[in-house]
């Protein structure tokens, strides 16, 4: 074991001793600049317009489709005669959001009975029954 640690220690002397030469680390190299994308003129190409939005409602029956409609109209007929006996002038804050969102349901539900989604249509008007109804007792 001793004659190892001789050869070890005489290995480590005679390297410890050595120069030590200066690293130069190379700059990186620097990007090339991409070119500007360059601007393209519309072509005169006419747009057309889109499809119309795909019906996700599900099939009903012909009767259960005449059965919507009838109610989607009565409601939203309903709403709307709720809608003139409210005074926008003495709506609170809260109420003229809440006002908004119902004139919003009848819109939908007026578009929806034009695309013949009576489903959608029903479930819109309902609720802006509900919101007219609850506004209008809200202002008693």
């Given amino acids: 074991m001793r004659p190892l640690y001789y050869v070890l220690l005489l290995a ?12 130069v680390i190379p700059a990186s190299p620097q990007r090339p600049q991409r070119p500007r994308p360059v601007k393209k003129e519309p072509s005169p190409v006419k747009k057309e317009d889109p499809p119309p939005p795909t019906i996700l409602s599900p099939r009903v029956g012909q009767e259960e489709e005449d059965r919507l409609k009838q109610e989607a109209m009565s409601r939203i007929d309903g709403a709307e005669r709720i809608v003139t006996q409210i005074d926008q002038n003495r709506l609170a804050e809260d109420q003229r959001g809440t006002f908004t969102t119902l004139q919003s349901f009848l819109s939908k539900a007026r578009e929806a009975l034009s695309l013949e989604d009576f489903l959608r249509a029903f479930n819109l008007a309902d609720k802006a029954q509900i919101l007219a109804q609850e506004l209008l007792n809200s202002l008693r």
């Fill in 12 to 23: 480590v002397m005679s390297g410890g001793c050595a120069e030590k030469k200066a690293t």
